[in-house]
């Protein structure tokens, strides 16, 4: 009991960076992988071909591929992140990905008829989106992009490789000088909190939008 | 008074509407029947300016306008859909002032005072607070009429009023709509239900499937 309450500060200070990068990542994601959800069913051939490209790029790889590409790799053509940018840039995009997919899905799903029925009520595309479509889209995708932010919970250990100090890397050190399983299993308690308050927050949002069918 | 002159439609190269000619005068009902297939949905899609035609004019009082054009003076057709496409994910309430207050700019007070009167008339006083899948079908159809009604349209348009009601509820619409021609609504009904245009319509007219 000692020993956990010695080593806590220096994992709450890995979750700290566990959450940065989590939330972090989110807020960036989640309105890019709207916008690139959106254009995924663009009238535009090219905008369409782009995307999926981008799509097919961010999911055929492994996201661990990625984050060394940004942070190693970049810098050969001088271009260089320090180390949080690299992994927020990696992040952001690889997730935007599976956004998009996400909420192109969620998009099509609205019928059409939602659309002529603002177009005859002379409401702009803009309006229409806002009001109408947005919303209902979100209800329809929460379950999908939850499973994605639980996901990203646990992804976000991967900064490991790039030096940052996550929860992973903190345990890791801390197990290897004090040669002990404890805190991995610490390491392990954490994440399963942090899933736990996660998937709460989740079904409360779920719950929140069953005010209408 | 609304006059469509020589409309003309294909699909693929088959003709759907073959240059008709029609003239819908105020406070008139008006039925367009006829089998599926036959074009009297597209005709109002046309109408309505959800779809385009080939040739042909469509005039307001004598005036040509383009039901597609986003114009505001162009906001002539109040349409009522078969399945009503209300948006779900807001209230009764709001599904009927949205588009005055965002379209045409209504103030709080001119919503209370124009909006509520259409509500109360169409029974649908106290039902405000609802979202559409708390109401039954008569009254997802009242809301739908409202909704169109609140955007102060030329002409109310309704594609097959009957057709996802209950049998029973067919005099229920006739009434309201002949109810709605008393208060001076120009309408144009789109209906496979002979018997609902002999009851309620002015004039009835026939599109006939082009073989």
């Known amino acids: ?213 | 008074m609304i006059e469509l002159k020589n409309i003309k439609k294909s699909f693929n190269g088959r003709p759907i509407l073959d240059d008709i000619n029609l003239t819908i005068n105020d406070g008139e009902i008006l039925a367009i029947v006829g089998p599926s297939g036959a074009g009297k949905t597209t005709l109002l899609r046309a109408l309505a300016g959800l779809g385009d035609i080939d040739s042909g004019e469509i005039l307001l009082d004598g005036k040509p306008f383009d039901p597609r054009s986003s114009d505001l003076k162009n906001n002539v057709i109040g349409v009522v859909f078969q399945d009503y496409n209300l948006f779900p994910n807001l209230t009764v309430w709001e599904n009927v002032t949205l588009a005055p207050k965002m379209v045409l700019k209504m103030t709080k007070t001119a919503l209370e005072n124009e909006i509520k009167p259409i509500l109360t008339h169409l029974k649908l006083a106290g039902k405000e607070g609802l979202y559409p899948f708390e109401l039954s079908g008569g009254m997802k159809q009242r809301v739908a009429i409202a909704r169109a009604l609140a955007m102060k349209p030329s002409v109310l348009a309704y594609d097959e009023p009957t057709s996802a009601l209950d049998p029973s509820m067919r005099t229920e619409v006739s009434n309201l709509l002949l109810d709605l021609k008393k208060d001076g609504v120009t309408q144009i009904v789109v209906t496979h239900d002979i018997e609902l245009a002999d009851k309620i319509a002015d004039k009835i007219f026939r599109v006939n499937a082009i073989s």
């Open chain 1, 1 to 213: 009991m000692q020993y956990i309450e010695t080593i806590l500060p220096s994992l709450l200070a890995g979750v700290l960076v566990t959450l940065k990068v989590f939330v972090l990542t989110i807020i960036g994601a989640l309105p890019l992988g709207i916008l690139a959800g959106l254009g995924l069913k663009s009238e535009f051939k090219i905008i369409r071909w782009l995307l999926n490209g981008y799509v097919w790029l961010m999911r055929g790889t492994p996201l661990l591929l990625q984050l060394i590409f940004v942070f190693y790799g970049l810098p050969l053509i001088n271009i260089t992140f320090d180390r949080l940018d690299a992994a927020l840039f990696a992040f952001i995009l690889n997730y935007a990905a599976y956004f998009a997919e996400i909420f192109r899905g969620g998009f099509q799903a609205i019928p059409i008829g939602q659309y002529e029925a603002a177009k005859v009520l002379r409401l702009t595309p803009w309006q229409t989106q806002r009001k109408i479509i947005l919303p209902q889209v979100i209800k329809n995708v929460i379950p999908p992009v939850g499973n994605e932010v639980i996901n990203l919970i646990k992804d976000s250990s991967l900064v490991y490789v790039i030096g940052i100090g996550d929860l992973l890397r903190a345990g890791n050190i801390d197990a290897a000088r004090d040669v002990t399983l404890v805190p991995y299993i610490l390491v392990g308690v954490i994440y399963l909190l942090l899933t736990a308050v996660t998937t709460i927050g989740l079904r409360r949002l779920e719950k929140y939008y069953n005010y209408y069918r």
